[in-house]
C-alpha cells in the first residue's frame, strides 16, 4: 500500500476550549482505501503522543511501513482498507505537518514557541471534525485510537455523538491519574529547564533542548514497558563494551570481556557511573537520542498538557456515567493486563460507565506481557478482536 | 534524648571492590544508648539513598527530631535505646559528614568531584567494620536497614557472618531489577548533562547542578509513593493559586477562585503548560527544591551506582541460595505489599533462599497503602513486628 501525506488548510478561525483561538492553520492527513459512494465506511484513526498521520502503509520508494499501525490498518488487516476508508491526522499542536509551535504565527509573524495556544482533547476533535467536513464526510463508520489516541475516540462519541457509529478505544482511560500527571510534569521540567529551551523561543536561538527531550523520553520508555517484560528484556544485563578499554581499565587486563572473551555477562563491573554498564541504559539513552533529533519540544509539552486536562467527568462532579451519557456509538475497548500506565481497571471503568446507560460495549482484556506498548505490536489475539469487530458490527452498521 | 555527631578518622587505605582503594577518610556517625559491659548489645542501622547517621533524636536545641528512623529508635522504642547500643553511620561517598566527593582527594590536592572512586554496598559495610573494630565492637547484636540500608544489612550477613547475630531487612531487595537501574539511570543522566555539572567538577566553577538533581529527585518520589496513595493524596486535584491572578487570566475573570472563590478543585484549568496546574506538580516540584539545596550531585551518582551494582547472586550465576549460603545470622524480614519499587515479591526471594539454606527467617509482609516509603512511617502493625523481633529474638542470644 503506497501513501502519500496531503495536507488541508483551514481558514476559519479555530475556537479553543481555553479561549484562544487559532486563527488559520493546515492539518497534515493521509487516506488509505476508498470511500464507498453513500460515504459511509469512514474510519478516522487518532495518534497519540509521539506519532503523526503516517498511520499505515509505505511512502514512494520505502521498502517497509514505518506507519505506527501498519500491523492494524491496511488490505486484509483487522481495520481492512478493501473495505473502509481510513483517515489518519496529525494532531493540531504536533511537530509532523500540522500547524504547530515551530509554525509562524500569522498574528505576529514570530514563530509561535511557547505562544503556541494550549490545545486539549476536545479542540483536536473539533479540528478533526471540520477536516472530514472538507472531505465530505458526514458520519464515521468509526472513530479509533490507542491512549490518547482512544481519549480522542472517546471524546468524539461526546462531542459529536451523531457523527460516530462506532468508537474503539484502546488502552486508554477517562483521565489520568495523579502518577501519570507527575510523569508528565517530570519530563516537562526536563525540558523546560533546560538552557537550550530558551522559554520555548529555542528556534529563534539554533537550538534544541535535546538535554531535557531524552530524559523526557527516556521516563516515558520505562512507563511505556512493563516490569516483566524489562526484565525478560533486559535483566541486569550488562552491555558488552564496544569501544576500547583503557588501560587502565578492568578490562584491558584480562578480566573482562574481549572478543572472543567471556559473555558480556560474565564480564567485570566497569565500576563508573557514567559509562554505560547495563543494557537497559544503553537502551534507554538510545531511545532518548533518537527522540531528541526528531520530535518538537514545545509539542511535547503541548501533548503532555491535553493529556493531564482530559477529563470528560470533570464538569460532572467526576460522576463518568453521566458523562459519558451523550455517547450513542457503540464501543469496543480494549486494555492489556500488564500496563500500568492505563491499565485495565481504568478501561473497566469506561465500560462499566458505558453500561450504565445500556450502551453497546464489547470489551477484551488481553493477556499481554509487554505493558503499554502492546498496543503498538502484533498480537495476534488483540488483532482478531478487533478485525471481529470490524468485520461484524462495524461492517454490519 | 539529645545526640551529638561525632567523627572517626582512619588513616589505614581502604581496598574498594573496584580495585581502586581510598587513602584516608573521615567516618560521621551517632550512637544512642549505652555500650553493655561484654559489648554484645551494639546495633548498627545502614542508611539508604539520600540519609545520614542522624537517625534518631534531636540536636541540643531542637524541639523535634529530624533522625530518619526517630520513629523506630529511641527510648521504648522498638530498637529500645535503653537496651541496645544503636549506632548510625553516614557512608563513605555520602555528603553528611563523611569523606566524599566534596571533600579534598589528599593524592592530588583537588577536591574529588567526579574522581571519587565507585563505592559498593561491599565497600560501605567493609568501612562500618573498621568504624566497630575502632569502637572496639566485636559482634553486632543486629544489623538493620531499609531499602538500600537493607541491602548492606544482608551483606553484613556475608562479608562478616560470624559478626552479625541478627540482620533487619526491611522493603529492600536481593539485587535491583530492570525498572530500578532505569529509574536510575534517568536521574544520572539528567544531573550529568546539567551543564551546571561541568563534568563533575562543579565545585571548581562554584555552581550546583540543580535542574538535574531537581529531576532526579522528583522521580525517586514517584516511584516511593504507590499509585493509591498518590490518587488519595493528590488525585487530580489543582491547586488553589497562591499568586494574584494576571489580568487577563481567567481567574481574573471571576471564572476561578479567589478568596472565599470556589474550591479548587472547581476552578477552571489555567491552561497553561509551565505553570502548576495540580497539586501532584506542586508537591514534585518542592520536593525538588528541597533536595537540591542540601544534596551533592556526585553522591546520588555514587548511591545510585552502588544500589545498581548490589547482586550477591551474581558470582553464583545468579543462584541466590548459592549465594546466601555462608550467612549464619537470624533474620527478619518486612515488606510492604504497595511497594513496587521494591516489591514483597523481592524480599520473598530472599526469605526463600534462606530458608533453602535452613536458617531463621521471620518475613512479615505488611499490608500499607504508602508504597516503599511506608518504611520510614509509623505504621503499628509494622513497628510492633521489628519491637517483638528485638524484644524477643536480639534481646534473647
Not at 29 to 53: F, M, P, Q, W
Not at 309 to 324: C, K
Amino acid at each position: 500500500m503506497v501513501v502519500t501525506p496531503q495536507f488541508m488548510e483551514f481558514s476559519e478561525p479555530l475556537a479553543l476550549q481555553s479561549g484562544a483561538s487559532i486563527r488559520a492553520y493546515t492539518l497534515a492527513y493521509e487516506t488509505y482505501g476508498t470511500l464507498n459512494a453513500d460515504k459511509s465506511n469512514a474510519v478516522l484513526i487518532c495518534h497519540a503522543l509521539n506519532a503523526s498521520h503516517h498511520v499505515a502503509g509505505t511512502y514512494a520508494g520505502q521498502d517497509r511501513s514505518e506507519g505506527w499501525w501498519d500491523t492494524m490498518i491496511g488490505p486484509g488487516k483487522p481495520v481492512d482498507t478493501d473495505r473502509f476508508f481510513v483517515i489518519g491526522v496529525n494532531n493540531l499542536g504536533s511537530c509532523f505537518g500540522s500547524t504547530g509551535p515551530m509554525h509562524v504565527n500569522p498574528d505576529t509573524g514570530r514563530i509561535y514557541g511557547m505562544d503556541f495556544p494550549v490545545v486539549t482533547v476536545e479542540d483536536w476533535v473539533n479540528a478533526q471534525a471540520r477536516l472530514l467536513d472538507a472531505l465530505g464526510i458526514g458520519t464515521l463508520a468509526a472513530v479509533m485510537g490507542g491512549s490518547l489516541g482512544g481519549m480522542q475516540a472517546l471524546s468524539w462519541t461526546l462531542q459529536y455523538p451523531r457523527r460516530v457509529r462506532h468508537a474503539v478505544v484502546v488502552a486508554s482511560a477517562p483521565n489520568l491519574n495523579a502518577e501519570n500527571i507527575a510523569f508528565n510534569e517530570v519530563a516537562r521540567r526536563a525540558i523546560v529547564t533546560d538552557p537550550d529551551f530558551h522559554g520555548g523561543h529555542f528556534y529563534e536561538h539554533g537550538t534544541v533542548p535535546k538535554r531535557g527531550l531524552r530524559i523526557a523520553r527516556m521516563i516515558g520508555h520505562i512507563t511505556y514497558l512493563s516490569d516483566d517484560v524489562m526484565n525478560e528484556k533486559f535483566g541486569r544485563n550488562l552491555r558488552a563494551p564496544t569501544l576500547p578499554a583503557s588501560p587502565d581499565s578492568p578490562l584491558a587486563q584480562g578480566a573482562g570481556p574481549v572478543r572472543g572473551g567471556p559473555a558480556p555477562d560474565l564480564r567485570d563491573y566497569l565500576y563508573s557511573t557514567q559509562d554505560v554498564e547495563f543494557q537497559i541504559e544503553s537502551y534507554l539513552r538510545h531511545q532518548g537520542d533518537k527522540f531528541a533529533e526528531y520530535f518538537d519540544a514545545n509539542t511535547y509539552l503541548l501533548i503532555t498538557r491535553a493529556l493531564d486536562y482530559f477529563d470528560p467527568a470533570r464538569p460532572h462532579g467526576g460522576n463518568l456515567t453521566v458523562a459519558l451519557a451523550p455517547a450513542t456509538a457503540g464501543f469496543l475497548l480494549v486494555s492489556f493486563t500488564t500496563d500500568w500506565r492505563f491499565s485495565p481497571r481504568r478501561s473497566r471503568e469506561i465500560v462499566k460507565a458505558l453500561l450504565d446507560n445500556r450502551r453497546d460495549v464489547a470489551y477484551a482484556e488481553i493477556d499481554a506481557p509487554q505493558g503499554h506498548d502492546a498496543f503498538l505490536l502484533e498480537d495476534p489475539r488483540y488483532l482478531d478482536v478487533v478485525r471481529s469487530y470490524f468485520n461484524t458490527t462495524v461492517a454490519a452498521a
